[in-house]
């Protein structure tokens, strides 16, 4: 496993690291969730990413019984807050002080630590003023539950102006977890310059596109059984954006690249976002231990040049780069 600098921070995390969005608590029994989780720790994944939101709560829990005997200091754990929660009552949601504060002790009571190494903004809140979040995240920090703060999905405006007020608040923001993999590339044009201007890495989500990029998914044909894409709670219709007959079409063009590096096609898809050196880490999801034994051989890979080029051209026509697409609800989510 090679190790990132998080944004202009002193802190280190696993450039694979291992994210249970939709897995744990959910499409995957809690007996695997653990297997997945210890073949993370036994590949060198020292970084986790959750967040209060997924599975309501259940996915924070899982994690937390699933690393309760490990050594803390050995672990960066990052949760994220914004998404409703619970009950889902009118202030379970959102980037108010009161839910900030609230969603920080919740999470740390189902992850069954004393602090987060990472709290997260999983969207920009249109409804709370910036002012506001920031003087409750600054007060997270100062009381220990959380050493660092990030964000998701903030454009390059709400970057720029969420950092300058962190930064009078007397803390940076280190990092945003946006989408971004060979088929989705939104942030290359806004978000990737004033990120790397302003200090903050990427901590990037869905870098095989779902599943999508490891070529399983093929044109025609019905979905792998246990995959994303049959799973009714929620992962087959996440996916569905990317399973049509042209990308899967252009997906299979990447087979004869990732041959000739050596590679399977999950781990080509992986390696290439770090190839960006604003990615401190890929969140890579995984439904089974031995997927995870499989994507972490992406760590360390150099692409060269002909790879890279190769890449875009299979891809052409079926890549998302609009930098508008960077967007967080104009209402807060009920
Ligand atoms: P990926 O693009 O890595 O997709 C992971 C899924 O692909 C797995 O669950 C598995 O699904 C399949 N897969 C994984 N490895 C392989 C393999 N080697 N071969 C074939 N299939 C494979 O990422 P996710 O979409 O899961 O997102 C990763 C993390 O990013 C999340 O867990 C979360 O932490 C974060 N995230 C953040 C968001 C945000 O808004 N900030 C939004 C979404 C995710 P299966 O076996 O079921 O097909």
Known sequence: MDYRYLGNSGLKVSEITYGNWLTHGSQVENDVATQCVRAALDAGITTFDTADAYANGAAEKVLGDALKNERRESLEIFTKVYWPVGPKGVNDVGLSRKHIME???????????????LYQAHRYDHETPLEETIQAFADVVRSGKALYIG????????????????RQAGFSIVSNQPQYSALWRVIEEKVVPTSRELGISQIVWSPMAQGVLSGKYEPGKDAPAGSRATDSKGGQDTISRFMNEQTLTAVQKLRPIADGAG????Q???AWVLQNDNVAAALVGAS????????VAAAGVKL??????????ALAGVIESDASKTVSPEKRPA
Do not use: T
């Open 151 to 166: 964000v998701s999905e903030w454009d390059a405006d709400q970057l720029r102006r969420g950092q300058e007020l962190a």
């Open 304 to 313: 060269d040049a002909d790879a890279m080029k190769a890449i875009d051209d």
């Open 268 to 270: 080509l898809a992986v």
């Open 263 to 266: 590679l399977k096609m999950s």
């Open 288 to 295: 089974r231990p031995e997927q995870v034994a499989e994507n």
């Open 103 to 117: 969603g920080i002790d919740n999470s740390l009571s189902r992850l069954q630590m004393d602090y987060v190494d």
